[in-house]
């Protein structure tokens, strides 16, 4: 099979279970965000230097497809998709977000004031990340807002994700050796 099948040529995608709707649809925005999102933290995997980036980040990417999952399901279906061994975003996800986070703070890495992005690439790709993070966010409450987001954890765990992102491109930065200036050595 065809990875163009065509159903899509009208507008339309499918959702888990089959159901179609608009590629506009609020669930589709908001599970397409998730899947940036992704996409995101795989470059900012890619571009760190640091295995405890790295394998943080890739746990949170393996996070993100069981957040994708139950974001691509309807409501009326998700019975039905738990029922056939799927997971949903449950509050011990967003604790070891929180966990991150406080041994990132342990290390005495300042979450006040604005940061640039920018100060190196594996910085500005988890910043990337982090705004990629905050859309996300946005286009789930926009779906809770329309009554069709079921799970609110959901949302606890992607406003955390984006913080610990923020800490992350913030410990990378006390890390990295700061660039000569160009056109010097």
Known sequence: MSIATKTGDQGTTSLMYGR??????????AYGCVDELNTALGLARASAE???VRDNLLTIQKDLVI????????IEDLSRYVKDGYSLVASQMTHKLDAL???IEDQKI???GWATPG??????????ARTVCRR???RVCALQEAGQLQNAEIIVYLNRLADLLWLFARWVETRTAPSAPVGKK
């Open 50 to 52: 640091q295995d405890f």
């Open 136 to 138: 996300a966010e946005r």
């Open 110 to 112: 300042s979450f006040k």
């Open 20 to 29: 179609r709707v608009s590629k506009c649809h609020p669930r589709v925005e």
């Open 119 to 128: 100060a190196n690439p594996s910085a500005a790709a988890l910043d990337l």
């Open 101 to 103: 986070v406080k041994e």
């Open 67 to 74: 957040l994708m999952g139950e974001l691509a399901t309807a």
